[in-house]
């Protein structure tokens, strides 16, 4: 595995365009191949095309984790196929390269480090996706029998996980940081002070994160994460990067020039 970054490139306070890094295939929950979606990515005139299929080990029962990460055991074949793509469609005006979204538990992130430092990847996202067990982003429906105060608490373990996250120099970024508003269920606003201290640990770790377009065309109808921590992350010269988070090969770039304003706004070139 690479340092920190690996191949990706951060300029703050430029944005880089042309770069599309966290993007799935039918190796976890997308619906392209391998190679179609990195066919498709050099046919659409990406500069930067990463692959980064959910890598996820819960550290106790009670996830469904196993119906949407990839196959753990078959990591080395995922690289070893990325690879042979690599070898054939990299030149000087396309790059792909390989990574993995990390799901992060306390409990056994040392472990799984180790773990992937034994393959050859180019980047890992850092991720949340769980509190506790509580799926954070699968589906409306558990959020509708919450009660105010159990979204609070799941909320909460959310942004106590991802500190943790931000903290791993291992993490080229930081995925979809204010996931939980992906539903329109809790109030986000209320949770700005939680995403501001963990861009202050991104800071003192000198980590970065995306703008994901993903949100968009969610129930939040929002990029990830809202512009006003956004604009903390400017004023702490957190780099950023944008991202569709697609799960298809048509969508590499879905949402690209409405989040490069956005960025604008926040202050980004």
């Known amino acids: 595995m690479k340092n920190q970054t690996g191949k990706i490139k951060f300029t703050y306070p430029e944005v880089i365009r042309g770069y599309s890094c966290h993007n799935h295939s039918v190796w976890s929950d997308g619906s392209g191949s391998l190679e179609d979606i990195c066919r498709k990515g050099k046919d ?3 500069k930067v095309l990463g692959i980064s299929d959910h890598w996820v080990k819960p550290p106790f029962p009670g996830t469904d984790a196993d119906t949407w990460s990839m196959d753990l055991s078959r990591t080395a074949d995922y690289v070893k196929i990325l690879q042979g793509l690599q070898d054939e469609l ?3 005006n396309f790059q792909l390269l390989i990574g993995l979204e990390v799901d992060v538990f306390p409990e056994n992130i040392d472990d799984v480090i180790a773990e992937l430092q034994e393959f050859e990847l180019d980047y890992l996202i850092g991720s949340v996706h ?3 067990t509580f799926a954070v982003d699968n589906c409306i429906e558990p959020w509708k029998n919450l009660s105010a105060k159990e979204m609070d608490d799941i909320c909460n373990i959310y942004f106590d996980k991802l500190e943790v996250a931000a ?3 291992e993490f080229a970024f930081i995925g979809h940081l204010d996931l939980p508003k992906k539903f ?5 606003k209320k949770y700005f002070k939680r995403a501001e201290k963990v861009l202050d640990i991104l800071k003192e770790s ?3 994160i995306e703008l994901n377009t993903a ?3 969610k129930e939040c109808a929002e990029q990830y994460p809202a ?3 956004l604009q903390q992350a400017y004023m702490r010269q957190i780099p950023v990067i944008v991202n569709a988070d697609a799960h298809c090969p048509e969508h590499l770039m879905r949402g690209f020039d409405e989040a490069y304003r956005i960025l604008q706004q926040a202050g980004y070139r």
């Open 227 to 229: 512009l006003e921590i």
């Open 44 to 46: 659409m005139g990406l």
């Open 206 to 208: 000198g980590g970065a």
């Open 167 to 169: 903290s791993r120099r």
């Open 184 to 188: 329109g269920m809790i109030d986000n």
């Open 90 to 92: 990299n030149d000087e």
């Open 130 to 132: 769980y509190s506790g």
């Open 215 to 217: 949100g968009f065309y």
